[in-house]
């Protein structure tokens, strides 16, 4: 496996539910991110992992927890979520922090749909 | 804040017509500049970056973009498209004399080259 992968590539949950998305990358990169592109709005990010710590929280609903273990993993979990969270939710990694020449290599996205 | 302007949301063309799409953005900074391109069921890939130097960058696909520092502008251009180039294009953004560590994008042009 190459590149960045994301599991699950869908997901349908209720409102009450609680799921985990999961992102790996396997490019040897130091920082992950979370992005979230919903229909119609530009790609939002999410947060972002340095060498495993938060760098940043784009104001994130609490509803939304990371978790990154290690540098290849990236977790986002999921409980009580709204339908206006239903979007695709893509994960990036990059060799550095952006604002370095770090380019971000982005995975296939999950689609979530929130019922 | 800094916010990225595509003002093409939506750009049809025949084979072997010229493209460009038109990037502003706002930050008054130094700035690292992206443009990403997501075909049909694809990933985000990158298309072309520009950290520095040259302010005319050529990228993958016959693809090349020129940064207009005066215009705040990062437009991407290709003088003869192909069918295979439709797709969704999205300029991005990166401020690098703040503490932001991620790409702030634009909300992506759609391309239909029509064969």
């Known amino acids: 496996e190459t590149g960045v992968t994301q599991t699950p590539r869908h997901l349908v949950m209720g409102m009450t539910n609680k799921k985990s998305l999961k992102c790996e990358q396997h490019?040897?990169?130091?920082?992950m991110y979370w992005y979230k592109q919903s229909a119609k709005k530009p790609l939002e990010l999410m947060f972002v992992?340095?060498?495993?710590?938060?760098?940043e929280n784009n104001s994130v609903p609490s509803r939304f927890s990371p978790e990154c273990p290690n540098s290849s993993h990236l977790f986002l979990h999921l409980h009580t979520l709204q339908p206006e969270d239903s979007a695709l939710y893509l994960c990036?990694?990059?060799?550095?922090?952006?604002?370095?020449?770090?380019?971000?290599?982005f995975g296939p996205g999950t689609r979530l749909t929130v019922t | 804040a800094q916010s990225v302007s595509q003002h093409n949301h939506h750009v049809i063309l025949s084979e072997a017509a010229s493209l460009e799409l038109g990037c502003n953005y706002s930050?008054?900074?130094?700035?690292?500049l992206f443009w990403y391109v997501q075909y049909p069921g694809q990933h985000l890939q990158l298309l072309l970056k520009?950290?520095?130097?040259?302010?005319l960058v050529k990228g993958i696909k016959g693809f090349e973009a020129e940064f207009i520092k005066s215009k705040f502008s990062f437009n991407l251009r290709k003088p003869s498209v192909q069918w295979s180039d439709t797709a969704e294009y999205f300029c991005?953004?990166?401020?690098?004399?703040?503490?932001?560590?991620?790409?702030?994008f634009g909300s992506g042009t759609r391309l239909q080259v029509q064969p």
């Open positions: 990036a990694s990059s060799q550095g922090l952006a604002g370095g020449p770090h380019e971000q290599y």
């Open positions: 490019l040897g990169h130091n920082a």
């Open positions: 992992y340095n060498f495993k710590e938060q760098t």
């Open positions: 930050y008054g900074g130094t700035v690292n």
């Open positions: 520009y950290f520095s130097g040259d302010p």
């Open positions: 991005a953004v990166i401020q690098k004399d703040t503490g932001r560590r991620a790409l702030t």
